[in-house]
């Protein structure tokens, strides 16, 4: 069986990082998010690092940090939108860990990410404003890139229009069935 180490994947604004820690708390076990874990070793934003290194050296980073918490225990991982999109991550996530996809609607990641200006990926050239299809359009571009990915986890939630809490209980329904009620 594998170890007590769950990591939530998904599109950007699909509740990883509010989810985790809510659920870490109810198990009794810790949480990290990959992105601040990124951040707090290289000293910068994961938007400067983009800015300043590239996406390339920030992957780089990810990898090496991955690496480093998947030998973890009793840990839920929030991990950045883009890390599953990498063959070496997906290897590293799936021999360590149970993966859970946390799927929202490219409506739904408007709507929630319509007036944050932090994520490099969705960063538009120019001064004006993205349109909502504009927006929407490179969500949809994003996602499309990623979804295979996405696809392969071990279990796959949808967070539109569904309370946190509400998503916490069927998660923790779900976890202590895989890693409490199994006979090992």
């Known amino acids: 069986m594998k170890r007590k180490l769950i990591y939530l994947t998904g599109f950007m604004a699909s509740g990883k990082s509010t989810i985790g820690p809510i659920l870490a708390n109810a198990l009794g076990w810790n949480f990290f998010d990959l992105d601040k874990l990124v951040e707090e070793a290289a000293g910068k934003s994961v938007r400067n690092i983009f800015e300043e290194f590239g996406e390339d050296y920030f992957r780089k980073l990810e990898t090496g940090t991955l690496k480093k918490t998947s030998k973890l225990e009793n840990y839920i991982v929030a991990l950045g939108g883009g890390t599953v999109a990498n063959n070496l991550n997906i290897q590293i996530i799936k021999a360590s860990g149970f993966l859970i996809y946390l799927e929202s609607s490219p409506e739904e990641t408007y709507k929630r990410l319509r007036y944050k200006r932090d994520r490099p990926a969705l960063l538009f050239d120019g001064e004006e404003e993205p349109t909502r299809a504009e927006f929407i359009e490179r969500i949809n571009f994003l996602l499309k890139k990623r979804i295979d990915?996405?696809?392969?986890?071990?279990?796959?939630?949808?967070?539109?229009?569904?309370?946190?809490?509400?998503?916490?209980?069927k998660l923790i329904h779900i976890i202590k069935k895989e890693f409490y009620d199994k006979k090992n």
């Open 149 to 169: 990915y996405y696809e392969l986890a071990d279990l796959k939630i949808n967070t539109d229009n569904i309370p946190v809490g509400k998503t916490v209980d």
